[in-house]
């Protein structure tokens, strides 16, 4: 996770529910309180792992500038 220009560049994956906070500059109490009004809206999490779509509905509930890594692959055949 990198930040440019007030950017944040994300990898396409899950996020464990302890990266977010980090990710997101927050403490943990700070961003589970601040999570409350659309904790519902998001869904269910796959046991501690937030999927990349509900990684995105947060950082737009945020405010926060973004942008997805999609990865690249090993495209080796030959």
């Known amino acids: 996770m990198e930040q440019k220009d ?9 996020y464990h529910n302890k990266e977010l906070p980090a990710l ?4 943990k109490w700070e961003f589970y ?10 869904g269910k999490r796959m046991g501690y792992f937030w999927s990349i779509g509900q ?3 947060i950082l737009i509930f945020f405010g926060i500038p973004y942008q997805i ?6 495209n ?3």
Do not use: A, F
Not at 6 to 14: A, G, Y
Not at 24 to 27: A, I, T, V
Not at 33 to 42: D, Q, V
Not at 69 to 74: A, I, T, V
């Open 33 to 42: 309180y601040e999570m409350k009004p659309i904790r519902n809206k998001l």
């Open 76 to 78: 080796t055949s030959g």
């Open 6 to 14: 007030d950017l944040l560049l994300i990898e396409h994956k899950t």
């Open 69 to 74: 890594l999609k990865h690249s692959g090993n």
């Open 55 to 57: 990684v995105e509905q």
């Open 24 to 27: 997101l500059g927050m403490k």
